[in-house]
Structure formats: C-alpha cells, structure tokens
C-alpha cells in the first residue's frame, strides 16, 4: 500500500511541479472536463474486468485508449495546459503504474489478481481525480475581467 501511496504522491508532485515551472494556466474547458469525467468512468469499469482474460476486452481496451489518445492531443493543443498535458501523459504512460502501465500489464499477463485490480483502480481514479480537479479549478471565461 505504501508505494501505491507514493505513487500517487509522486503523480500530484509532478503535477505540482510542473504548474510552478509554467507562466500560464489554460482556462476552464467544459469539454475538457466532460472528456475526463467520462473517461474515468469508462476507464474503471473496463478495469473491473482485468480478473478474465485479456482477449475478451481487446476491442474495448484499444477502443478506450484511442478515446485516451484523443484527450492527451486535446489537452497538447490547447494554450497555456502545459499542466493538464502533464498529468495526462503520466497516466497513460505503459512504463509507469497507472492506467497505461495497468493496460500493459492486463495484456501481457492475460488476467490479473482481484486484489490487483482493486488496488489499481484506486490509484487510477485519484489520478483522474486529479485530472477532473485541476480542470475543475480553472478559471472560466466568463470570469476573466
């Protein structure tokens, strides 16, 4: 439980770091927010099946992280998100211990222990947690003066 601690910790620190290092901050995307929200929910549920083997969700799993894909290019593309951009590609990193290097895993091995699954799922939604929090605590447009 303790390097899963650190693992998170050491997501929010980089995060951390990397705001501080930056000049700017995008500001609130509702599509942004929206995208992490529903990829967080797709991502868990696909998860909870990591325990059956691979093969029955390889179509969901490359489906996913195409939509995966498709979130850290939008976060790229937009101005000043050099943060969001940092967080996201943490998570879908296949060499670290969140999502992307959960997948890799549930593909190499084929199925994964319960007690795995239950403990990466937790890392996972507070590393989209932080996602979706971040991106929760920008600054809307409407509130620019």
């Known amino acids: 439980m303790r390097k899963n601690q ?3 910790l050491l997501f929010i620190s980089s995060s951390l770091f990397v705001l501080q290092s930056c000049s700017g901050i995008s500001e609130f995307s509702p599509y942004a927010y929206q995208q992490a929200v529903d990829l967080k929910v797709e991502s868990l549920d696909l998860i909870s099946n990591a ?3 691979f093969e029955n969700y390889s179509d969901e799993v ?3 992280k195409l939509e995966l894909k498709k979130a ?3 976060a790229k593309g ?3 998100n050099e943060v969001s951009t940092a967080q996201w590609e943490i998570l879908l990193d296949e060499n670290k211990n969140l999502l992307g290097g959960f997948l890799k895993r549930w593909e190499e091995e084929s199925t994964l222990s319960e007690v795995f699954v239950d403990e990466a799922k937790q890392l996972i939604s507070d590393a989209f947690d932080s996602i979706i929090g971040l991106e929760s605590g920008k600054i809307k ?3 620019i003066q």
């Open 6 to 8: 650190f693992i998170v």
């Open 51 to 53: 325990d059956q083997p």
């Open 62 to 64: 490359n489906a996913l």
């Open 72 to 74: 850290l290019e939008f």
């Open 78 to 80: 937009r101005p000043d």
């Open 141 to 143: 447009p409407s509130e």
